[in-house]
């Protein structure tokens, strides 16, 4: 039995720094990496709250969000896809 792989190209990755008031100036409709394991707390275009307990190094969070909360986020190295 084979397997399935996708590839995915993301065309404008961004850092991401976790704040509580200042949304990314775009949308990360790729997700978000997350390079160092730990909680990351998003807050998703329609304005709720989402929060990915002990996420993984090396993850990718299948998520548009606006904003990575500063507040109980304690993952590191984030980067948006786009």
């Known amino acids: ?10 065309g404008d990755p961004f850092t991401i ?17 997350v390079g160092g394991a730990g909680d990351v707390v998003v807050i998703l275009a329609d304005g709720s709250t989402r929060t990915f307990s002990s996420a993984p190094a090396a993850a990718i969070l299948p998520v ?19």
């Open 17 to 33: 720094t976790p704040s509580d008031t200042t949304n990314f100036s775009k949308n990360t409709s790729g997700g978000i990496y």
């Open 1 to 10: 039995m084979g397997r399935i792989v996708q590839l995915v190209a993301w």
């Open 64 to 82: 548009v969000a606006v904003r990575v909360n500063s507040t109980n986020t304690t993952a590191t190295d984030l980067i948006g896809l786009v």
